[in-house]
């Protein structure tokens, strides 16, 4: 099983600020088919990124996803109050799996 | 538009069983797989596994094989998850959510609301 570890494990950011988020793989993510999805209190996980660079249907371009193999990278260009979440990274190249997530918190 | 609804909540005793319902409206049922994930309090995502909702194919995480049964309805559109044998550990929140390509290994593109199940004596 491949194991996913994100870090930080909490993120503390100003809106308008940039924010930058890590995925690990224990082993190699074949095809860069690497998810991020974001969370809020009370709500389902909203999927963001697919193949590791992708950008799901209605998401804004200040999101966007980068990284191959072991490591992979979710970039938020600008903060705005509705980004601060919890951002899950999933792989889907060998069965699935998710990362313990990381909680991106308002300074 | 899709659209994922779930069952309402569940309180269950040590040693019973649970099925949740997601019924799918808005794309062609038989035409994607349907994914179980459950979330523990305060925790991250598990994946639980899959059916595919046109031949009735399913695939379950070695955790929970001989223990959830995932199967559909296609008349109605509906897919369910059914665990046996429930401790206070399962004591989650469990969502079905759409795979993007009908393939299995894919990302989740749409999510019920979520069903609360919680396993209290």
């Known amino acids: 099983e491949i194991v996913l570890t994100q870090s930080p494990g909490t993120l503390s950011l100003s809106p308008g600020e940039r924010a930058t988020l890590s995925c690990r793989a224990s082993?190699?993510?074949?095809?860069?088919?690497l998810a991020w999805y974001q969370q809020k209190p009370g709500q389902a996980p909203r999927l963001l990124i697919y193949?590791?660079?992708s950008r799901a249907t209605a998401i804004p371009d200040r999101f966007s996803g980068g990284g191959s193999g072991t490591d992979f990278t979710l970039t938020i260009s600008r903060l705005e109050p509705e980004d601060f979440a919890v951002y899950y990274c999933?792989?889907?190249?060998?069965?699935?799996?998710f990362g313990q997530g990381t909680k991106l918190e308002i300074k | 538009q899709v659209q994922l609804v779930q069952s309402g909540a569940e309180g269950k005793k040590p040693g019973a069983s649970v099925k949740v319902s997601c019924k799918a409206s808005?794309?062609?049922?038989?035409?994607?797989?349907m994914h179980w994930v459950r979330q523990a309090p305060g925790q991250s995502l598990e994946w639980m596994g899959w059916?595919?909702?046109?031949?009735?194919?399913?695939k379950y995480s070695e955790k929970f094989q001989g223990r959830v049964t995932i199967t559909r309805d296609t008349s109605a559109s509906t897919a369910y998850m059914e665990m046996s044998s429930l401790r206070s550990e399962d004591t989650a929140m469990y969502y079905c959510a759409r795979g993007a390509y009908n393939s299995g290994w894919e990302p989740f593109d749409y999510w019920g609301q979520g069903t609360l199940v919680t396993v209290s004596s």
């Open positions: 999933q792989q889907y190249g060998s069965s699935t799996s």
């Open positions: 082993q190699s993510v074949s095809s860069s088919y």
């Open positions: 059916i595919n909702a046109g031949n009735a194919d399913t």
């Open positions: 808005g794309y062609s049922f038989t035409g994607y797989t």
């Open positions: 193949g590791a660079s």
